[in-house]
């Protein structure tokens, strides 16, 4: 047990502290570079990305999903993800020229060319991080994550500020991944040997090829309206819908991450108590929506400024999607329960066919409506999110005998309490107050915390109330 809570807690730190300096060296990078130079690296992160997930993530899965993986096994999948590298790094090496005549961006080929290093890489270093995941040893992973995220970035600004452009995006991904791949192979204890079976290579294989269907599907779901965007649009809006995109999703990644990656085992232990089920997973839900409710509201109200203050004017374009996207981030981090229940509950394969729905309506939505401009295709996505969110919901609230009416209870009262939030600071600010700049930024949230915390105080059931208390009282326990 111990063990675990280590590494749930060294996993959280990864992936924040990866989003955190990530972060900040985009920020930095967007000063410097233009939205076609990003828009190009989005395209060819995107044929990298297909690769990786639907090869090295599938036999992955296939290894940290054992009890007990033997070193035969582990030798197995690293054989196979590098014989596998090979070809599909030829593949997107040699069809680079094919792929920038289809997109009709010139130099795209070289740029392509460059990141597809990366899939020789993923190949060398996918089973290390396999082998420390099912061993719950998230510490070298963290240390992984910031150690190449932090030297690729610098090398990265360096470069761009010698006007190195598109390269010097190019040798950032390039670099990390590198750094990445030696450090596992440094700190993971399993080393490889030439300890291989047929069989083992037969089975990893074998079960790949059915997760890898899943990840083409999930690619697709969410990458889907990159590619039309790049298609239809070019490179420079590309990078504009990117921008916007891009933190939302921070946000979303570093508010949902804790909640998320314990959501799964904590239904998991109480999936044969449903009433128990029932309360935990009301109470995550309205726990998720009471605190990203107001972040994604109130980035979208204050979008303009922090993409003035953090980005520059250069890319003011991304402001209308960025708030357009905000509107439907809370959605999307109180999703993450709907799918824990569907695989807490044994139903893996409602969420296959739930995945398929979203990716088939991205492709249809996306394809119609992307060629009329970025805010129409920001309109797409998030009325798409919240069309279909219903359907998501409906799968989990049937699992656990959950009446809508109890559901929205839930929510309505941090969405109205956000909503009336926003109102505040736009009334504070046009009527009040006349600040600009960082100091506008800063006195909105303070306002905007104030108004939020007084109208769920007074507006907020005693039930919700009673939850807020319990949670209170775990964590001073804990201290």
Known sequence: MKKEISGTIWSILDNTAAQAITFVIFLILARILTPSIYGMLSISVLVTQLFKTVIFDSIATSIVRKSSPSIVDYNSALLLSVLLSIPAFLIVFFSAPIIMHVMKIPGLDDVIRGTSIIILVSGLSRTHEAWLTHNLMFRPLAIRSVFSITIGGVIGIIL?????????????QVITSLIAAVTLWIATPWKPSFKFSKSSVKEIANYSKHVSLGAVTNFTNQYSDIFFVSFFLGAAQTGVYSTGKRIVNTLNTVLSSALMRVSLPAFSRVKNDKPKFKVHYLNATFLTILITAPAFLGLCYLSEDIVRLLLGVK???????????????????????????MFACDKPDWQAKLTLLYAISNVIVFYIFVRYGLVVTAWAFSIRTVALYPVSAWCALTLLDVTWSEYVKQLYIPILSSSAMCLVMWFFDHQIAHFTGWLKVSVDIFIGCLAYIIFTKYCMPKTQKEVLSSVYKSIRNKD
Not at 160 to 172: D, E, I, M, P, R
């Open 160 to 172: 761009a500020y010698k006007g190195y452009g598109v390269a010097s995006l190019v040798t950032q």
């Open 315 to 341: 890319w003011i374009e991304s402001v209308p999607v960025m708030q357009i996207v905000s509107l439907v981030g809370f959605v999307t981090s109180i999703g993450y329960y709907n799918h824990s229940v």
